[in-house]
Every structure is written in structure tokens, then in C-alpha cells.
T-cell receptor, first 111, second 115 residues
Framework: SQQGEEDPQALSIQEGENATMNCSYK?????LQWYRQNSGRGLVHLIL?????REKHSGRLRVTLDTSKKSSSLLITASRAADTASYFC???????????FGTGTRLKVLA | NAGVTQTPKFQVLKTGQSMTLQCAQD?????MSWYRQDPGMGLRLIHY???????DQGEVPNGYNVSRSTTEDFPLRLLSAAPSQTSVYFC????FGTGDTGELFFGEGSRLTVL
């Protein structure tokens, strides 16, 4: 399978705490993206980081990328109950238009 | 602005039946794609298109056909449904064509059960 992997598979934290989830992938990439999926809904784009970038911020989100280790992490600071969702990373290989998604991390934020 | 619209939202088929999942986008996106989502498997790419008249296979294309006659529409056809095709199907589009990639916009999904 070409799929990337994310860990942990599931994460449960208290409101106000930080949540960190990790993504590993298998091939070289153009960019890496993170998406959120609320239960029973479609995926929503959160943030994109290009292969020549190492860190990117957007609001309470911080993404890092280590292309030498083929890994990325997503940090959500000061989590809220509304952050409860599944989070997926997605990569695309240079020269193709195939987006490969990870298996996802299920985040539960307890109020 | 409707974004990406998928129909139907729910469908039950018997083994061997055929059907088409519809996907339409009103954002003038060149890129469109179909994924299936199964428990524990994440999303797997079935087929994708970088413009009208151009389609290509993804990771799991067997049992599915696509065509792209217009920029707006990208239907997914199941010619002879099998229980292994029971899944949630997502259509996604992107504002890019050849030479670049970027953010995908997803529909709300079509839940298919094959008995």
C-alpha cells in the first residue's frame, strides 16, 4: 500500500491541552497537507506545507515537516471540544497528481 | 456557492447491479478525484482527472469506471457491484491542473452498501 501512517490512531485529551499527531509517508513529496473530518462529514483542508518548508503556522495549528525522515507533525494548541474529529495527512508525489492519505488520528477533546 | 455536490447520499445495491455516483463542482476546478473510505484504511484514491477528457487510475481502480466530459462533472460508475465495494465514497476537486498541486475541496460523501 502507498498509504502513509499516522500515530497515534486515537487521542483523548482535556479541553485546553495541546494535541500532537504525527504522520509518516513513503515517497518524495511536492507538499503535505492536513485535513479534518467531523463524524459523517467530508474532509476540510486545514493547512499545506511545501517540501522546502520546515514549519508553518495557522491560528492554533502548527505543522512541521522533516523530509529527511519523511514525517510531519500537527500540533493543535489550547484544544476545544469543537476540535473533536479525525485528522488526516495527505501527500502528493512529484510528477503525479495522486494524493495519498494517511490512516488518520481520531482526536477526542473532553470538556 | 454549492462547492462539491455528491448524489446520492445513501444507496443500497444488490450484488451485480450497476450504478453511477454523481459528482459536480461549481468552482471551475480542473482537478477532480474519487476516494473510498473504509474503517481503519483511511482514504484510498480510485480515479482522478486533471481536466475534461483526461482521466487516470489511482490506487484502487478495479471495478470502477470514470469519464470527464465537462469541467463540472466527474461521475463514478460501478459496472457490477460487489460486497467489497461497500464503502463511503468521496469526491474532491482542486483549483489546479497540470504542473501544480494544492488544496482539495471535498463533497459530503456517498454511503454505498452492496448486499
Amino acid at each position: 500500500s502507498q498509504q502513509g501512517e499516522e500515530d497515534p490512531q486515537a487521542l483523548s485529551i482535556q479541553e485546553g491541552e495541546n494535541a500532537t499527531m504525527n504522520c509518516s509517508y513513503k515517497t518524495s513529496i511536492n507538499n503535505l497537507q492536513w485535513y479534518r473530518q467531523n463524524s459523517g462529514r467530508g474532509l476540510v483542508h486545514l493547512i499545506l506545507i511545501r517540501s522546502n518548508e520546515r514549519e508553518k503556522h495557522s491560528g492554533r495549528l502548527r505543522v512541521t515537516l522533516d523530509t529527511s525522515k519523511k514525517s510531519s507533525s500537527l500540533l493543535i494548541t489550547a484544544s476545544r471540544a469543537a476540535d473533536t474529529a479525525s485528522y488526516f495527512c495527505a501527500t502528493d508525489e512529484p510528477g503525479t497528481y495522486k494524493y495519498i492519505f494517511g490512516t488518520g488520528t481520531r482526536l477526542k477533546v473532553l470538556a | 456557492n454549492a462547492g462539491v455536490t455528491q448524489t446520492p447520499k445513501f444507496q443500497v445495491l444488490k450484488t451485480g447491479q450497476s450504478m453511477t455516483l454523481q459528482c459536480a463542482q461549481d468552482m471551475n476546478h480542473e482537478y477532480m478525484s474519487w476516494y473510498r473510505q473504509d474503517p481503519g484504511m483511511g482514504l484510498r484514491l480510485i480515479h482522478y482527472s486533471v481536466g475534461a477528457g483526461i482521466t487516470d487510475q489511482g490506487e484502487v481502480p478495479n471495478g470502477y469506471n470514470v469519464s470527464r466530459s465537462t469541467t463540472e462533472d466527474f461521475p463514478l460508475r460501478l459496472l457490477s457491484a460487489a460486497p467489497s465495494q461497500t464503502s463511503v465514497y468521496f469526491c474532491a476537486s482542486g483549483p489546479f491542473g497540470t504542473g501544480d498541486t494544492g488544496e482539495l475541496f471535498f463533497g459530503e460523501g456517498s454511503r454505498l452498501t452492496v448486499l
